[in-house]
């Protein structure tokens, strides 16, 4: 098993920046495929906001596009998302993820590990 912990959300005023960090303290044998972050504001769906695979390729979401940038170590099972000009509307719970095989990778489901997430609260 790996547990993942994310970092770095809080309180911030429309226009900041804030970033998120997400490691594991397990250790682990298997690395992963992929890794995404995720959000989910109350009464709200869970959505993919920023994934990025072993090779690299990164994927965002439309309305991030341009504002967050997504890195890390995939093969440590680390993950960060840096987010520039904050909006009210990126108001969430912010979640981490980890998945194994490249197969799910293509096609973006995310079965693996999880975090138990970072509260972001972005102000007008």
């Known amino acids: 098993q790996v547990q993942l912990v994310e970092s770095g959300g809080g309180p911030v005023q429309a226009g900041g920046s804030l970033r998120l960090s997400c490691v594991t303290t397990s250790g682990y044998i298997v690395s992963p495929s992929c890794m995404g972050w995720f959000r989910q504001a109350p009464g709200k769906e869970r959505e993919g906001v920023a994934t990025i695979d072993i090779d690299g390729y990164v994927s965002y979401v439309d309305s991030v596009k341009g504002r967050f940038t997504v890195s890390g170590d995939i093969a440590g099972y680390t993950l960060y998302l840096q987010m520039n000009n904050l909006k009210p509307e990126d108001t969430a719970v912010y979640y981490c993820?980890?998945?194994?095989?490249?197969?799910?990778?293509?096609?973006?489901?995310?079965?693996?590990?999880w975090g138990q997430g970072t509260q972001v609260t972005v102000s007008s």
């Open positions: 993820a980890a998945e194994l095989q490249r197969s799910y990778c293509r096609a973006g489901r995310y079965d693996g590990y």
